[in-house]
C-alpha cells in the first residue's frame, strides 16, 4: 500500500481545512488531537467527559478556522480553544467548584515504593488535587495564564485565583513530601 502525502506543511492544511476540505481537516485532526486530549484531560478527569470536549472543540476550532491569523502557533491557537471548552463542560455538568477551606478532606498520602517522583507520580499526585486547586494549577503552572485571566475565564475573583493556587501548591508539598518519608521507610 503507498501512502501520499496530501500536503506539504500545515500552512496549506489551514488554508485548505478553512475552505471545508474534508482531508485537510482530518489530517489536522490526526495530527493535534492526541496532544488536544491531554489537555483535556489535564482539567477533565473522566476520560470519556474528556473526548467529548476535544471533539466539541475540534468542531469549533474547524467553525472558528478562518479566523486563525498565523500569527502565533496553530496548536497554542487550538490549545487555548481546548481550554476553554474543556472549563465550559465541566461547567455545564456543574464539576467545577471553589472550596474555601477543605484542604484536609482529600489530605490523603499516595503511597510508592521508590523514591524518584517521576512524570506518572507528578501527575497522579495533582490528578488528586479537589478539582478547583487542579484546575487552577494547572491553568497558572502549566499553561502559563495569569490570575486575570483565569478569573475572566472561570467567572472568579482574582484573590480566589490566587487562594486556591496557593492551596494547591501546600497541598502538592505535603504529598511529595508524604511520599518521599513513604518512599524512604521512615513512616
Same mark, same amino acid.
Given at each position: 500500500?503507498?501512502?501520499?502525502?496530501?500536503?506539504?506543511?500545515?500552512?496549506?492544511?489551514?488554508?485548505?481545512?478553512?475552505?471545508?476540505?474534508? #482531508?485537510?481537516?482530518?489530517?489536522?485532526?490526526?495530527?493535534?488531537?492526541?496532544?488536544?486530549?491531554?489537555?483535556?484531560?489535564?482539567?477533565? %478527569?473522566?476520560?470519556?467527559?474528556? =473526548? =467529548?470536549?476535544?471533539?466539541?472543540?475540534?468542531?469549533?476550532?474547524?467553525?472558528?478556522? %478562518?479566523?486563525?491569523?498565523? =500569527?502565533?502557533?496553530?496548536?497554542?491557537?487550538? *490549545?487555548?480553544?481546548?481550554?476553554?471548552?474543556?472549563?465550559?463542560?465541566?461547567?455545564?455538568?456543574?464539576?467545577?467548584?471553589?472550596?474555601?477551606?477543605?484542604?484536609?478532606?482529600? #489530605? @490523603?498520602?499516595?503511597?510508592? #515504593?521508590?523514591?524518584?517522583?517521576?512524570?506518572? @507520580?507528578?501527575?497522579?499526585?495533582?490528578?488528586?488535587?479537589?478539582?478547583?486547586?487542579?484546575?487552577?494549577?494547572?491553568?497558572?503552572?502549566? =499553561?502559563?495564564? @495569569?490570575? *486575570?485571566?483565569?478569573?475572566?475565564?472561570?467567572?472568579?475573583?482574582?484573590?480566589?485565583? %490566587?487562594?486556591?493556587?496557593?492551596?494547591?501548591? %501546600?497541598?502538592?508539598?505535603?504529598?511529595?513530601?508524604?511520599?518521599?518519608?513513604?518512599?524512604?521507610?521512615?513512616?
Amino acid at each position: 500500500m503507498k501512502v501520499l502525502k496530501l500536503y506539504n506543511n500545515e500552512a496549506q492544511l489551514i488554508y485548505k481545512a478553512s475552505k471545508n476540505h474534508r #482531508d485537510a481537516q482530518h489530517a489536522l485532526y490526526k495530527a493535534h488531537a492526541p496532544k488536544m486530549l491531554s489537555v483535556c484531560r489535564y482539567y477533565i %478527569k473522566d476520560t470519556q467527559q474528556a =473526548e =467529548e470536549a476535544l471533539l466539541n472543540g475540534f468542531f469549533k476550532v474547524f467553525k472558528q478556522i %478562518k479566523s486563525f491569523k498565523s =500569527e502565533g502557533s496553530f496548536e497554542g491557537w487550538i *490549545r487555548q480553544i481546548m481550554v476553554h471548552e474543556s472549563i465550559s463542560l465541566l461547567r455545564k455538568k456543574k464539576q467545577l467548584e471553589f472550596s474555601a477551606d477543605d484542604m484536609e478532606l482529600y #489530605d @490523603k498520602p499516595i503511597n510508592s #515504593d521508590t523514591a524518584e517522583l517521576d512524570l506518572e @507520580k507528578i501527575q497522579l499526585l495533582i490528578n488528586n488535587l479537589p478539582e478547583g486547586y487542579r484546575i487552577i494549577f494547572i491553568m497558572h503552572a502549566v =499553561e502559563g495564564y @495569569k490570575h *486575570r485571566e483565569i478569573s475572566t475565564l472561570l467567572g472568579i475573583s482574582e484573590s480566589t485565583s %490566587k487562594s486556591q493556587l496557593f492551596k494547591a501548591r %501546600k497541598l502538592l508539598q505535603k504529598q511529595v513530601k508524604q511520599l518521599n518519608k513513604t518512599s524512604y521507610g521512615t513512616n
